[in-house]
T-cell receptor, first 111, second 111 residues
Framework: DVKVTQSSRYLVKRTGEKVFLECVQD?????MFWYRQDPGLGLRLIYF???????EKGDIPEGYSVSREKKERFSLILESASTNQTSMYLC??????????FGQGTRLTVV | KQEVTQIPAALSVPEGENLVLNCSFT??????LQWFRQDPGKGLTSLLL?????REQTSGRLNASLDKSSGRSTLYIAASQPGDSATYLC??????????FGSGTQLTVLP
């Protein structure tokens, strides 16, 4: 079975901190994605990557950056965390035009 | 910009009923459509994927159909069980390779 692992289930950070969310997949998938999920707003795409060192902006990239140095790992970086970035963050991976596999999610609270 | 709508937003049914969840999308230029299940506080699990050239897919008690020209998909759940209670999301993959999600249908199956 495909496994997508996010480094933390729950995270509490202070305003202004630099935050790293890590995601690792074990099935050699080309595509990796970061979403945030908020009540009433659904899942919104932050960034995605379809190859090592490649990245594409999604619908809400402001305040975020990403890094993909190795095929299996896709990191989301909050440069200076703010309270409006409190959310559930979900990582996913897939092969092109195939099923998406999601991690268990990281619930981030910024205080 | 692709928009995905799911109706109803919430549904409550007695155990044993057959039910249909609806999904519509505005741009018919899609590669595929997926149905996901999400349990509270968890990540998403892919249930079914329908490629754009297909009309339906089946897995156990689940059957998903796709009418690309009209921008519609349905998820049929036969003989519902309390364990089916979850939020069901549909998502389409467009030309930009990214998944666009609907806001989901929250299903409760009453014992």
């Amino acid at each position: 079975d495909v496994k997508v692992t996010q480094s933390s289930r729950y995270l509490v950070k202070r305003t202004g901190e630099k935050v790293f969310l890590e995601c690792v997949q074990d099935m050699d998938h080309e595509n990796m994605f970061w979403y945030r999920q908020d009540p009433g707003l659904g899942l919104r795409l932050i960034y995605f990557s379809y190859d090592v060192k490649m990245k594409e902006k999604g619908d809400i990239p402001e305040g975020y950056s990403v890094s993909r140095e190795k095929k299996e790992r896709f990191s989301l970086i909050l440069e200076s965390a703010s309270t409006n970035q409190t959310s559930m963050y979900l990582c996913a991976s897939s092969r092109p035009a195939e099923r998406g596999f999601f991690g268990q999610g990281t619930r981030l609270t910024v205080v | 910009k692709q928009e995905v709508t799911q109706i109803p937003a919430a549904l409550s049914v007695p155990e044993g009923e057959n039910l249909v969840l609806n999904c519509s999308f505005t741009d018919s230029a899609i590669y595929n459509l997926q149905w996901f299940r999400q349990d509270p506080g968890k990540g998403l699990t892919s249930l079914l994927l329908i490629q754009s050239s297909q009309r339906e897919q089946t897995s156990g008690r689940l059957n998903a159909s796709l009418d690309k020209s009209s921008g519609r998909s349905t998820l049929y759940i036969a003989a519902s069980q309390p364990g089916d209670s979850a939020t069901y999301l549909c998502a389409v993959t467009g030309s930009a390779r990214q998944l666009t999600f609907g806001s989901g249908t929250q299903l409760t199956v009453l014992p």
